[in-house]
């Protein structure tokens, strides 16, 4: 079987500049649809079962988060279900990908995919489970809906949205974690949290960069954590509908969840730079995030990003947007690309399974904020 590299499916992204052997593979991943912004990659390589293949990325000195690269394992996978970690060295500007397949067909990705196909696959599973309904908040530029589940009878209001960054997969594979606990009708925690609030889940905001290979942003390069200060429909249609959504229940408490290419932990970054955050407000954020911790020892409080001086914070990004509108609760929770630090696993690093879990210990922290 001759030597083959496609990216023409769904969540692909590459480009090849010349693949004469296996050990010879250099490529290009493609940028964002009308914007500069590029690192995640999703591609395929048939006809080198059992031969060494060393594959570089010319282009990876450019991306979007070239700190994101050093100390970084790319993922690979066979049956596109386990994905483990490989050999990867960033040198002079090129990510330099090495291994020997043991089969003629294996799938190479920045993370484990969360594909649009495997996206409808969940909407229809969970959608199916009691107490739970389904709407479309609207449609994405491309006609593709936004799909929301809503869950639970009491009075307070939670929205979860992930994936505004369509690359940023480890979110829908969080979703995944989240929503199987929320709706297991034994699991005391999630019943009692349905007693106290109706939840509104948003798994993916941004559908038309997740099946496009995107990074960062939608079909017409924006990236729609930068429109939370006045979307609009032409633009950003994705924020513009799952806002007016928001402003009909109001919110109690607020999670949008991402992943960051640098920083090898999970953690949330709060509101503390907007204007009006109060001592309260700093206690409530310091409750959820020591609670998460003690549910997940994946989960920490030492690194994140630097905290905003008071009134300094970004206001069109979504966890800042949301406490400024609805003094709510609200916050952005990352994982890594890389693997988690504090408990590494050189098979797998940071994986769709540990995003799960990270996702239904969520629960135990809106249990404790809520209740």
Not at 138 to 148: A, R, V
Request: glycine letters at 8%.
């Amino acid at each position: 079987m001759p030597l083959a590299i496609n990216s023409a499916f769904d969540g692909g992204n590459i480009s090849v500049v010349s693949a004469s052997s296996p050990d010879q593979i250099r490529l290009n991943i493609r940028k964002d649809h009308m914007s500069d912004y590029y690192q995640w990659f999703y591609y395929r390589v048939s006809g080198a079962k059992d031969t060494p293949c060393r594959m570089v990325i010319e282009n990876a000195g450019g991306s979007a988060y070239p700190a994101g690269w050093p100390g970084y394992q790319a993922c690979a996978s066979y049956d596109r279900e386990t994905w483990f970690r490989v050999p990867t060295a960033y040198e002079n500007g090129e990510l330099v990908i090495t291994h020997t397949p043991h089969y003629d067909l294996i799938y190479y990705a920045y993370f484990a995919p969360y594909t649009m196909e495997r996206h409808q696959d969940m909407i229809a599973d969970f959608m199916q489970c009691d107490g739970v309904s389904y709407r479309a908040l609207g449609q994405s530029l491309e006609g593709q809906p936004i799909d929301c589940l809503h869950i639970g009878e009491g009075e307070k209001t939670v929205w979860v949205i992930a994936r505004q960054h369509p690359g940023e997969t480890m979110a829908e594979w969080w979703m995944e974690g989240f929503l199987t606990r929320l709706c297991d009708p034994d699991d005391p925690v999630a019943r009692r949290l349905k007693s106290l609030a109706q939840f509104y889940i948003v798994p993916n905001m941004n559908p038309d960069g997740s099946r496009r290979g995107h990074l960062r942003t939608n079909a017409v390069g924006v990236n729609l954590n930068r429109e939370w200060d006045m979307p609009s429909l032409e633009k950003s249609p994705e924020v513009f509908q799952v806002l007016a959504a928001m402003d009909k229940t109001g919110i109690d408490l607020a999670l949008d969840v991402h992943g960051d290419e640098s920083l090898p932990y999970n953690f949330i970054a709060g509101s503390e730079g907007m204007p009006g955050f109060s001592v309260a407000d700093e206690a409530r954020l310091k409750r959820y995030k020591e609670t998460l911790m003690k549910a997940s020892p994946d989960f920490q409080i030492r690194h994140g990003y630097p905290r905003n001086a008071p009134g300094k914070a970004n206001k069109a990004i979504a966890g800042n947007a949301l406490y400024g509108r609805f003094g709510c609760l609200s916050m952005t929770l990352e994982m890594p690309f890389k693997d988690n630090a504090d408990l590494p696993d050189p098979l797998f690093g940071w994986s769709p399974r540990r995003c799960q879990h990270l996702g239904a210990a969520n629960l135990d922290a809106m249990l404790a904020d809520l209740g």
